[in-house]
């Protein structure tokens, strides 16, 4: 465990690398299932129902346990708080694959999912706590932890499971995924510094009262409604447009087009969040990228309506590229502008928004096809998201307040 204080530049590289492993592993066990869901489905004979709420059972455990996993951490500690949550998950993987039964299944997966939302909600307090100098970059490593999680489960869970242990060997293939969170837990009870335990520096008392009011009057006007209503225009833009676009397709009689405009929508993910880390410390808590992601998204919802099937992997790319953005920057606004525990509640309440709206938003889209039989209605719902991020970015202050002044860093790397 390292020490509080300065710390060399290795080892400093070195928390940024278990932030970002840490962030893989709270991602590949969810992603390691869709590539699956067919055996899955086959094997336990799931109906679509019940297949149907084995994908959706992450996001609504996260969804409604994101805010009692505010509070928890707010009371053991961020550091506990992804101890427990990595642990959780490396149990529930390691369940999963051994005793794959069908209300097992469930179970564990909700238990993985539980420990995603404690894990996740601990990291901007630690953010804040370690880096508050540096809390855009840092954010932004984590969240490419959580894009290469997702893309290095869907791309390789099959072909390593067929590799290695057979056609239909599922459960074996979701137990892959417990040897890097088994991993990842132990890295971090051994690397991840202690919990912060520095005063508040001498220096001018003036200054650092004036920064304290315009923290507090900041948070006041930028709470877990306004985040998570940014998170999660984002968020339904990126599921909803994943989730529909197959259907769409099949009912334009453009179902060749799908594979390519998935991939679009998906491959554009990881580069624009790189490309954010190396600036994501210039624009994180200015409102401006959020108002151009969601100006982009709505612009390409509509085009991918008004023009020929042919352009459907450019509004995709669009689409996953504007969805990321909104995704990096987003996951910073509690440690921008919430300060001491009062971080991981923000984190908490903006996050099981942002789920629930996920998970819901999408389905008034399938309402409103089958009520007015309409397939471009299942979009409508989609595009009053990009809609609603521009607005409540605009409602963000007009700058971040200057929560780097009145704190030392707890690690701080040394030049």
């Known amino acids: 465990m390292l020490r509080v204080g300065s710390v060399s530049r290795w080892a400093g590289v070195g928390i940024f690398a278990l932030l970002l492993f ?82 097992a299944i469930y179970v564990y997966t909700a238990a993985l999912a539980g420990g995603i939302a404690i894990a996740q909600t601990a ?19 984590y969240t490419d932890g959580l894009v290469i999680g997702e893309a290095l489960a869907a791309a390789v869970t099959v072909p390593l499971m067929r590799a290695w242990f057979g056609d239909n060997a599922w459960p074996a293939a979701l137990l892959i995924w417990a040897v890097p969170a088994t991993v990842a837990l132990i890295l971090w009870m ?8 520095h005063a508040t520096p001498a220096g001018d008392t003036a200054h650092n009262s004036d920064v304290r009011r315009a923290e507090a009057a900041s948070t006041r006007r930028v709470g877990p409604l306004l985040i998570g209503t940014i998170m999660a225009g984002g968020s339904v833009v990126y599921f909803g447009m994943n989730g529909w676009v197959a259907p769409y397709n099949d009912a334009m009689h453009a179902s060749a087009m799908t594979p390519a405009a998935l991939f679009a929508i998906n491959a554009a993910q990881l580069p624009v969040c790189i490309g954010l880390t ?30 020929p099937t042919a352009f459907e992997p450019l509004w995709g790319a669009m689409i996953g590229g504007a969805a990321a953005g909104v995704f990096t920057l987003a996951f910073a606004l509690p440690a921008i502008f919430g300060h001491g525990a009062q971080v991981a509640r923000l984190t908490g309440g903006s996050l099981g928004l942002s789920y629930t709206a996920t998970f819901l938003v999408p389905y008034f889209g399938g309402v409103l096809w089958d009520t007015f039989h309409q397939p471009w209605l299942a979009f409508a719902p989609v595009a009053l998201a990009a809609i609603s991020l521009v607005g409540s970015a605009l409602l963000l202050p007009p700058s971040s307040p200057q929560t780097l002044d009145d704190s030392t860093p707890f690690v701080e790397v040394a030049n």
């Open 22 to 103: 840490v962030g893989i592993n709270l991602r590949a066990p969810l992603l390691s299932v869709p590539p699956l869901l067919g055996m899955i489905r086959s094997d336990l004979h799931l109906n679509y129902a019940e297949t149907g709420l084995l994908s959706a059972l992450p996001s609504l455990v996260m969804g409604a346990g994101a805010w009692p996993a505010g509070r928890l951490v707010g009371r053991i500690g961020g550091r506990m708080s992804v101890s427990l949550g990595l642990g959780l998950v490396a149990l529930g993987v390691v369940a999963r694959g051994l005793w794959p039964g069908v209300i």
């Open 123 to 141: 990291i901007p307090l630690l953010t804040r706590e370690w880096f508050p100098t540096r809390i855009g970059f840092v954010s932004a490593i």
């Open 190 to 197: 051994w690397i991840a510094p202690a919990a912060s335990a």
């Open 278 to 307: 190396f600036v994501a410390q210039q624009v994180v808590g200015k409102r401006w990228p959020f108002v151009i992601s969601g100006s982009v998204a709505f612009v390409a919802i509509v085009g991918w309506l008004v023009t």
